[in-house]
């Protein structure tokens, strides 16, 4: 070959070229960043609007809808799914496959802000929100104490959160379970109804005082001046002198109607840490930092802090990324560590330490060179650039091994050093650079993924395809340029113990299987074919699922109770769990969250919004606490949890894979809420006779009481007074009205906030104590106006692309979620569904059938690209067909490999069948290649195809071995996540191996004689 001439006849240049690359490679490895799992930017948007004292039905009708309508027109916007909650109203929005979030994300703030202006007045918050793997928020520190008040511990919080925004490399700096002040204007409406003052006209005086409008500038000479306004009060006494009433002589004042005071907010969230009050700092990394590094950095500022804390304050550390990732980033290093050795100690025992060193010195090459490129591509180092490492390391040596022992041959033959490196790496060149791009194309799709999973593991097939086509460079230059200094021409008899033994076997019990594979050409076809079909038979055995448990040592509690239940209700069920959960050894550390979500803690979780009856609860376990013990100690939380009455106490592990609401999502659909609620109730019947079904919600198990403020329509009419009037009221009264800001002298801005003295804690009976005002300016009770009953509502609203549903969902343990899902399906063949209700599976479900889809394309475009390749190569159609044989004896390996292991076809072992495409085919390549050299020289068919098959029996072998030795620690230690993959193709390489030695020849004698005749 060209390039190994050059490579040799320029030896020097050679080796500054690779100097080069190498200083290259490892820049980029250094300047690389570290995290626990890629970067990926989910399809999806999140629109999130809150309105206090809100229903979920008037969060659908005055909240959703608008919104809904507006967003579904945006381009690239494929489903929208909605949630109405009390006061909360959620959209989420999913986008088409390969669209750009970024660019999708400016016209959904356009629609929502459209949408703004036919909300009603109070909403209090609306976000878009746009998801990434950097959402996590990768420092959790908790400020505790016992006997402090609470207002005490958030000065601290916010001095820490002032020296951790000092750190470029975080971002989104938060305080949990703090309770801001407001200015609390308490009415006496009892005064103000003597007083004859409507409401609206205290709302109106406030706003129109608090208004800060700028006031231009004026000049003077040579000045100029700002002109001041009027507006901005400056104390709470200058807030109660403001008028809101009264005449020209006689003003009446807001103090004489009001008590004003600094007040804490209402409270919506409570943070305990093993039981403690606290408050929570949180701080997320920004991309393209290492975590590791910046932890190193952050954490002297966080031990200086926590030694000048009070004694009675404790910093503790609830969550920090960068251990997980020194974990995981430790593990795989440790695996590819043991792959490299294993590689080595088979190379050294099959070739001897001179042909070893040729190919180990390839190893360190090809993955140095490799990473100044993936560093280029934007890649970190995390799970998936390490994994590529490993797949990769079996792959890249079968280069080094073909050159070097073809070297060997052609040295044997007399040639001297240089001629047999340049002529022995030119005769099998073609078929090294065919095989690597084989490879390579096997890859190439998997990369081209378009969904959330593509987006997850796109970073594995680009580094492979990087490192093997480095090794590829290093096998056609440095292998034979070192073949000079190093090799030496080795004779049959000196070779290692354990070729020649190899070889004895290859000249005895290979070479008479083999002869008699070709005199029994269809009996070994058909073995072949029903071999392939009792594999095929046993797949159903193996089952299939997608992503598996994240086997971390890490339990989420989601505790619900019916709608309706106040924050004191919620918190009694919770400390009851913390009193559990204090029993048990294994946990070290309790996280609770009372009124909303623990704030993320891994890429496919989302911190749940704020909900008086929802709470969480983040447990840390021993890190011994893993796998089946794990699963083992989860399942005897929720047997004890389940005997709690009222309220629905779930257990959940962490997962992998994109992010769903639950792993079984079934989805009801139909206008008739009644007959949503009958079906959801069914469907839950159901789910909980099918084993391993666990966590099963059902949204409308329960419904909520609502008082309802009946108003007399004509009466209200009759008296003058407007409805709008009258909601107002009754919303001012209890939850608030925003009336304006307060800044203090330091530049702290207060909400002014109008309300019942009884704030958060108004019984009925306080709503007498609500005045309206009449046509002729009379204060009329409300309960003249209005009748109060008890009313059962609905306590969530969901909708899909606009049509109201239901999602019924549950978790599974112990069995695979597509065999619940499978018996759920076939349970629901016998439903009846009334007209115009359907059904559809979400979840894990749908992810499955998206991804599997993508990854379907992706192996028939594989299998098209590398078909193309070798049609290129020999010239022929039927010699590819037989070098595809190989592809279903290797599905043979790997069926029966995950069988025996006991893992399920999930989808990283799809990911090793796809890699599989790739690797098999190599072998088969050099097969034919081989045979077809033989040939031209004037061999006969069948004297060719053994002469071939013995002459790449070793290499064969090694190239196994070696593929087999570099996947082994990561297959034995890469637990449920990457078994599964190491298996598939350890298995298949196993089989088609085996059988490609035999079959592939047979093949060809039948092809080849058919092309004779066709020839002929």
């Given at each position: 070959?060209?390039?190994?001439?050059?490579?040799?006849?320029?030896?020097?240049?050679?080796?500054?070229?690779?100097?080069?690359?190498?200083?290259?490679?490892?820049?980029?490895?250094?300047?690389?960043?570290?995290?626990?799992?890629?970067?990926?930017?989910?399809?999806?948007?999140?629109?999130?609007?809150?309105?206090?004292?809100?229903?979920?039905?008037?969060?659908?009708?005055?909240?959703?809808?608008?919104?809904?309508?507006?967003?579904?027109?945006?381009?690239?916007?494929?489903?929208?799914?909605?949630?109405?909650?009390?006061?909360?109203?959620?959209?989420?929005?999913?986008?088409?496959?390969?669209?750009?979030?970024?660019?999708?994300?400016?016209?959904?703030?356009?629609?929502?802000?459209?949408?703004?202006?036919?909300?009603?007045?109070?909403?209090?918050?609306?976000?878009?929100?746009?998801?990434?793997?950097?959402?996590?928020?990768?420092?959790?520190?908790?400020?505790?104490?016992?006997?402090?008040?609470?207002?005490?511990?958030?000065?601290?919080?916010?001095?820490?959160?002032?020296?951790?925004?000092?750190?470029?490399?975080?971002?989104?700096?938060?305080?949990?379970?703090?309770?801001?002040?407001?200015?609390?204007?308490?009415?006496?409406?009892?005064?103000?109804?003597?007083?004859?003052?409507?409401?609206?006209?205290?709302?109106?005086?406030?706003?129109?005082?608090?208004?800060?409008?700028?006031?231009?500038?004026?000049?003077?000479?040579?000045?100029?001046?700002?002109?001041?306004?009027?507006?901005?009060?400056?104390?709470?006494?200058?807030?109660?002198?403001?008028?809101?009433?009264?005449?020209?002589?006689?003003?009446?004042?807001?103090?004489?109607?009001?008590?004003?005071?600094?007040?804490?907010?209402?409270?919506?969230?409570?943070?305990?840490?093993?039981?403690?009050?606290?408050?929570?700092?949180?701080?997320?990394?920004?991309?393209?930092?290492?975590?590791?590094?910046?932890?190193?950095?952050?954490?002297?500022?966080?031990?200086?802090?926590?030694?000048?804390?009070?004694p009675d304050i404790k910093l503790v550390t609830v969550f920090d990324q960068s251990i997980a990732v020194k974990e995981r980033i430790g593990d795989f290093f440790q695996n590819l560590v043991g792959g490299i050795i294993l590689v080595g100690l088979v190379m050294f025992f099959?070739?001897?330490?001179?042909?070893?060193?040729?190919?180990?010195?390839?190893?360190?090459?090809?993955?140095?060179?490799?990473?100044?490129?993936?560093?280029?591509?934007?890649?970190?180092?995390?799970?998936?650039?390490?994994?590529?490492?490993?797949?990769?390391?079996?792959?890249?040596?079968?280069?080094?091994?073909?050159?070097?022992?073809?070297?060997?041959?052609?040295?044997?033959?007399?040639?001297?050093?240089?001629?047999?490196?340049?002529?022995?790496?030119?005769?099998?060149?073609?078929?090294?650079?065919?095989?690597?791009?084989?490879?390579?194309?096997?890859?190439?799709?998997?990369?081209?993924?378009?969904?959330?999973?593509?987006?997850f593991i796109r970073s594995m097939p680009i580094s492979v395809m990087i490192i093997l086509l480095s090794s590829l460079l290093v096998a056609l230059t440095i292998s034979p340029m070192l073949s000079t200094r190093i090799l030496r021409p080795i004779k049959p008899e000196q070779?290692?113990?354990?070729?020649?033994?190899?070889?004895?076997?290859?000249?005895?019990?290979?070479?008479?299987?083999?002869?008699?594979?070709?005199?029994?050409?269809?009996?070994?076809?058909?073995?072949?074919?029903?071999?392939?079909?009792?594999?095929?038979?046993?797949?159903?055995?193996?089952?299939?699922?997608?992503?598996?448990?994240?086997?971390?040592?890490?339990?989420?509690?989601?505790?619900?109770?019916?709608?309706?239940?106040?924050?004191?209700?919620?918190?009694?069920?919770?400390?009851?769990?913390?009193?559990?959960?204090?029993?048990?050894?294994?946990?070290?550390?309790?996280?609770?969250?009372?009124?909303?979500?623990?704030?993320?803690?891994?890429?496919?979780?989302?911190?749940?919004?704020?909900?008086?009856?929802?709470?969480?609860?983040?447990?840390?376990?021993?890190?011994?606490?893993?796998?089946?013990?794990?699963?083992?100690?989860?399942?005897?939380?929720?047997?004890?949890?389940?005997?709690?009455?009222?309220?629905?106490?779930?257990?959940?592990?962490?997962?992998?894979?994109?992010?769903?609401?639950?792993?079984?999502?079934?989805?009801?659909?139909?206008?008739?809420?009644?007959?949503?609620?009958?079906?959801?109730?069914?469907?839950?019947?159901?789910?909980?006779?099918?084993?391993?079904?666990?966590?099963?919600?059902?949204?409308?198990?329960?419904?909520?009481?609502?008082?309802?403020?009946?108003?007399?329509?004509?009466?209200?009419?009759?008296?003058?007074?407007?409805?709008?009037?009258?909601?107002?009221?009754?919303?001012?009264?209890?939850?608030?009205?925003?009336?304006?800001?307060?800044?203090?002298?330091?530049?702290?801005?207060?909400?002014?906030?109008?309300?019942?003295?009884?704030?958060?804690?108004?019984?009925?009976?306080?709503?007498?104590?609500?005045?309206?005002?009449?046509?002729?300016?009379?204060?009329?009770?409300?309960?003249?106006?209005?009748?109060?009953?008890?009313?059962?509502?609905?306590?969530?609203?969901?909708?899909?692309?606009?049509?109201?549903?239901?999602?019924?969902?549950?978790?599974?343990?112990?069995?695979?979620?597509?065999?619940?899902?499978?018996?759920?399906?076939?349970?629901?063949?016998?439903?009846?569904?009334?007209?115009?209700?359907?059904?559809?599976?979400?979840?894990?479900?749908?992810?499955?059938?998206?991804?599997?889809?993508?990854?379907?394309?992706?192996?028939?475009?594989?299998?098209?690209?590398?078909?193309?390749?070798?049609?290129?190569?020999?010239?022929?159609?039927?010699?590819?067909?037989?070098?595809?044989?190989?592809?279903?004896?290797?599905?043979?390996?790997?069926?029966?490999?995950?069988?025996?292991?006991?893992?399920?076809?999930?989808?990283?072992?799809?990911?090793?069948?796809?890699?599989?495409?790739?690797?098999?085919?190599?072998?088969?390549?050099?097969?034919?290649?081989?045979?077809?050299?033989?040939?031209?020289?004037?061999?006969?068919?069948?004297?060719?195809?053994?002469?071939?098959?013995?002459?790449?029996?070793?290499?064969?072998?090694?190239?196994?071995?070696?593929?087999?030795?570099?996947?082994?620690?990561?297959?034995?230690?890469?637990?449920?996540?990457?078994?599964?993959?190491?298996?598939?193709?350890?298995?298949?390489?196993?089989?088609?191996?085996?059988?490609?030695?035999?079959?592939?020849?047979v093949l060809y004698s039948i092809f080849a004689e058919k092309e004779l005749r066709v020839e002929g």
């Amino acid at each position: 070959m060209k390039l190994t001439h050059l490579a040799l006849a320029n030896r020097e240049f050679t080796i500054v070229a690779m100097v080069l690359l190498l200083v290259y490679g490892m820049l980029g490895f250094m300047g690389m960043p570290r995290s626990e799992d890629p970067y990926i930017e989910p399809p999806q948007l999140q629109v999130v609007v809150i309105l206090p004292g809100a229903t979920p039905t008037d969060m659908e009708n005055l909240v959703l809808d608008p919104v809904d309508d507006l967003v579904r027109d945006v381009d690239h916007v494929e489903h929208t799914d909605g949630w109405c909650r009390d006061g909360v109203a959620i959209l989420a929005v999913h986008l088409e496959p390969g669209s750009v979030q970024s660019e999708v994300l400016t016209d959904v703030e356009r629609s929502v802000a459209e949408a703004a202006n036919e909300w009603p007045p109070g909403v209090l918050r609306s976000d878009v929100q746009a998801f990434n793997s950097f959402h996590v928020k990768s420092l959790q520190v908790a400020l505790v104490s016992k006997d402090r008040p609470l207002q005490d511990v958030e000065r601290y919080a916010d001095r820490l959160e002032n020296r951790l925004q000092q750190y470029g490399a975080l971002s989104d700096i938060d305080l949990f379970g703090t309770r801001s002040e407001e200015v609390r204007i308490s009415l006496d409406m009892e005064k103000m109804a003597a007083r004859n003052l409507p409401l609206t006209q205290v709302v109106n005086a406030l706003k129109s005082a608090s208004a800060n409008i700028p006031g231009g500038a004026v000049t003077s000479g040579d000045r100029k001046f700002n002109v001041l306004s009027t507006g901005d009060f400056e104390s709470l006494k200058q807030i109660g002198q403001t008028a809101v009433g009264g005449t020209r002589w006689s003003p009446i004042y807001l103090d004489e109607i009001a008590d004003l005071s600094f007040a804490p907010e209402d409270c919506s969230h409570v943070i305990r840490v093993n039981g403690d009050p606290a408050v929570l700092v949180t701080a997320s990394m920004k991309r393209g930092r290492n975590v590791n590094r910046v932890m190193a950095d952050i954490q002297p500022a966080l031990d200086d802090f926590a030694a000048n804390l009070p004694p009675d304050i404790k910093l503790v550390t609830v969550f920090d990324q960068s251990i997980a990732v020194k974990e995981r980033i430790g593990d795989f290093f440790q695996n590819l560590v043991g792959g490299i050795i294993l590689v080595g100690l088979v190379m050294f025992f099959a070739l001897g330490w001179r042909p070893a060193t040729i190919v180990m010195i390839a190893i360190p090459f090809s993955f140095t060179i490799a990473m100044g490129f993936i560093a280029s591509g934007g890649f970190a180092i995390q799970q998936m650039t390490i994994a590529a490492l490993i797949i990769s390391l079996g792959l890249l040596v079968d280069n080094g091994i073909v050159v070097t022992e073809n070297i060997n041959t052609f040295m044997l033959k007399g040639l001297n050093l240089r001629r047999a490196a340049e002529e022995g790496t030119s005769q099998v060149g073609w078929a090294v650079v065919a095989s690597t791009i084989t490879t390579v194309l096997a890859f190439v799709p998997m990369a081209m993924m378009q969904d959330v999973s593509g987006d997850f593991i796109r970073s594995m097939p680009i580094s492979v395809m990087i490192i093997l086509l480095s090794s590829l460079l290093v096998a056609l230059t440095i292998s034979p340029m070192l073949s000079t200094r190093i090799l030496r021409p080795i004779k049959p008899e000196q070779q290692p113990v354990i070729v020649r033994r190899i070889k004895t076997f290859v000249d005895g019990p290979y070479t008479r299987a083999l002869r008699f594979g070709l005199n029994h050409r269809w009996l070994i076809i058909t073995t072949a074919t029903l071999t392939l079909f009792g594999a095929i038979a046993l797949f159903p055995f193996v089952g299939v699922s997608f992503f598996p448990k994240a086997d971390k040592p890490v339990l989420m509690v989601d505790v619900n109770l019916p709608r309706g239940s106040s924050m004191d209700a919620t918190d009694k069920v919770i400390r009851w769990v913390e009193e559990v959960c204090g029993e048990y050894d294994e946990i070290e550390m309790v996280s609770t969250n009372v009124g909303r979500g623990q704030p993320s803690i891994y890429y496919n979780l989302s911190s749940r919004a704020e909900a008086s009856y929802y709470g969480q609860l983040y447990l840390t376990l021993r890190n011994d606490v893993r796998t089946e013990r794990l699963a083992a100690f989860a399942e005897g939380l929720r047997e004890r949890f389940d005997r709690y009455p009222g309220a629905r106490i779930e257990v959940m592990e962490l997962e992998q894979g994109p992010n769903s609401v639950a792993p079984i999502e079934l989805r009801l659909f139909s206008e008739d809420r009644d007959v949503l609620k009958r079906l959801a109730d069914d469907v839950e019947a159901e789910l909980r006779t099918i084993p391993g079904a666990i966590n099963i919600t059902n949204p409308l198990a329960t419904s909520a009481i609502d008082l309802k403020v009946d108003v007399k329509r004509d009466k209200a009419a009759m008296l003058g007074v407007p409805l709008h009037e009258i909601d107002q009221a009754v919303r001012t009264a209890l939850a608030g009205w925003h009336a304006g800001e307060y800044r203090d002298r330091e530049g702290r801005e207060y909400p002014i906030v109008l309300r019942l003295p009884a704030g958060e804690d108004a019984t009925v009976e306080d709503m007498s104590r609500i005045h309206l005002t009449s046509r002729d300016g009379k204060q009329i009770p409300l309960t003249l106006l209005a009748d109060f009953k008890l009313e059962p509502s609905e306590s969530i609203i969901q909708r899909r692309d606009g049509q109201r549903m239901v999602s019924v969902t549950a978790h599974t343990a112990g069995v695979p979620t597509a065999e619940v899902e499978e018996e759920l399906r076939v349970r629901l063949d016998r439903f009846a569904f009334p007209v115009g209700a359907r059904y559809e599976f979400g979840g894990e479900s749908e992810a499955r059938g998206e991804s599997f889809s993508s990854m379907y394309r992706a192996v028939a475009v594989a299998v098209i690209g590398i078909f193309g390749t070798m049609v290129l190569m020999f010239r022929s159609f039927r010699q590819p067909i037989i070098i595809f044989a190989a592809l279903p004896l290797a599905f043979i390996g790997s069926i029966f490999a995950l069988f025996i292991t006991g893992y399920t076809f999930s989808f990283t072992a799809f990911v090793g069948l796809t890699s599989l495409v790739g690797i098999v085919v190599n072998n088969s390549i050099l097969l034919v290649d081989m045979t077809n050299q033989i040939r031209r020289s004037g061999v006969s068919m069948m004297d060719a195809l053994m002469t071939s098959g013995q002459s790449r029996f070793v290499p064969i072998l090694l190239t196994t071995a070696t593929t087999i030795g570099g996947l082994l620690p990561l297959t034995l230690r890469g637990g449920s996540m990457w078994g599964p993959m190491g298996w598939v193709i350890i298995g298949g390489l196993l089989s088609s191996t085996v059988l490609t030695l035999v079959v592939v020849p047979v093949l060809y004698s039948i092809f080849a004689e058919k092309e004779l005749r066709v020839e002929g």
